[in-house]
């Protein structure tokens, strides 16, 4: 008896072993499914922010304290892009996370604060590219800093900008706007002549379109919100982080998304559910509550994470059999002012065939030791293939790391 309950135990605990165990597995990562194997696949980076993809299975990376991209690969198939499986491809100043692959032109795109820039580049090339065209100038300027790029499937060059302040009364800052990448020449287009394709985003660094070519982006709301409305001090909780689905404009005007006239319910007492629009303090007729909550005049989240989790990147996609409708995957940066630290995490977006969405957190750093040496804050999402199998590479500019996470159900 003593020995068939042995070998029940043995064959219990090893049901319950992540299939997936390479030598290289990440450190302080905690994974709430055990099936999800999350492991280092390039370290030694120097801030490494966004991410793209080439058709060859290559990565390419931003690293931001550097001001270049630079390439990684895994020759020998060990799970891991070692010190000679890298290269720089391309450099100019103030490069810090904009990153986008043109396959149909062979062209690669990066962005500084100000200006985007491209470079001829075909998958599989492994050598600096030489010098930039300037391609888009006069994007607003300056506090967030980051101008992220997506290329759709007509070939147009979307780019985002931030605000210019934390409640910056100037919302032109906080527009997405795209481009004809076959009207981009030796002379740079203007940020604004640009048509414009939302605005009223106080800083939409994730943006990416789906499947079905909609364009989908992940907000993050103001700091330190004090409302008397509700009590003064809500910034724990208020407002939300927001996931958004983008409208397609019909003429330069575009659609307006709430900021900075307005701000997104999280969690409050008193309130009227998450994603409502309130007016932000200070700003007076015409608008108000009311204004804020016309659909007339603003478009609402689709979605409203925690606040301060700090979302900075969406990527469709699914590691699992799973018979959602869609699948998303978001990174979440983590809080740099909450008392208690939030984010730090990858969770899954799932969305039923009735359009509810639910997210679950597939990877996630201990937030009780953020800020901790080594610590981890995802920032941009990619997929490749590796020897666990179709993998979700996740860039940490605080750990200095490229991270994998597979599934081996």
């Excluded at 407002?239 to 969690?267: H, M, Q, R």
């Excluded at 309130?278 to 659909?295: D, G, R, T």
């Excluded at 750093?365 to 999402?381: E, F, M, N, Q, T």
Aim: with cysteine; aromatic share 10%; charged share 15%.
């Amino acid at each position: 008896m003593m020995i068939l309950l042995l070998i029940g135990f043995l064959i219990a605990a090893q049901a319950a072993t992540p299939s997936c165990n390479p030598s290289n597995l990440l450190e302080k990562a905690d994974v709430p499914n055990p099936n999800y194997c999350p492991f280092v696949w390039a370290t030694d980076l120097s801030a490494p922010r966004g991410i793209a993809i080439a058709t060859n299975n290559d990565l390419l990376v931003v690293e931001a304290r550097l001001a270049q991209v630079t390439v990684l690969w895994d020759a020998n198939g060990d799970g891991i892009s070692g010190v000679g499986e890298r290269a720089i491809l391309a450099q100019h100043a103030g490069l810090n996370h904009g990153i986008a692959i043109d396959a149909v032109n062979g062209m690669l795109y990066a962005s500084n604060q100000t200006d985007v820039f491209r470079w001829p580049y075909e998958a599989g090339q492994r050598a600096n590219l030489g010098p930039s065209q300037h391609v888009i100038t006069n994007i607003p300027c300056c506090y967030h800093v980051t101008r992220s790029l997506q290329i759709s499937a007509d070939l147009k060059l979307y780019v985002q900008s931030g605000s210019g302040s934390n409640v910056d009364p100037d919302p032109s800052h906080s527009e997405i706007r795209r481009v004809m990448i076959s009207s981009l020449s030796g002379t740079p287009t203007d940020w604004n002549s640009m048509q414009l394709v939302g605005t009223g985003l106080r800083n939409e660094v994730g943006i990416r379109f789906d499947s079905d070519g909609n364009l989908w982006g992940v907000e993050n709301g103001v700091d330190n919100l004090n409302d008397p409305e509700f009590g003064s001090n809500i910034h724990k909780d208020n407002p939300c982080e927001e996931l958004n689905l983008f409208k397609t404009a019909t003429n330069d005007i575009g659609y307006f998304y709430g900021y900075p006239y307005c701000w997104s319910e999280g969690v409050i007492e008193g309130g009227l559910g998450p994603g409502t629009q309130w007016l932000m303090p200070h700003f007076q007729a015409p608008y108000s509550n009311a204004w804020c909550q016309n659909p007339a005049n603003v478009v609402v989240p689709t979605y409203c994470f925690p606040a301060h989790n700090a979302p900075l990147d969406i990527i469709f996609g699914s590691l699992t059999a799973t018979n959602a409708a869609r699948s998303a995957y978001v990174s979440f940066h983590g809080s740099f002012n909450r008392d208690i630290p939030a984010g730090y995490n990858v969770r899954q977006i799932t969305w039923d065939s009735a359009g509810n969405i639910a997210a679950t957190v597939v990877l996630k750093y201990d937030s009780v030791k953020a800020y901790a040496p080594g610590w981890i804050r995802p920032v941009s999402l990619g997929w490749i293939s590796t020897p666990f199998g179709l993998s979700l590479m996740i860039s940490s500019d605080a750990s200095n790391q490229i991270i994998g996470l597979a599934y081996q159900g």
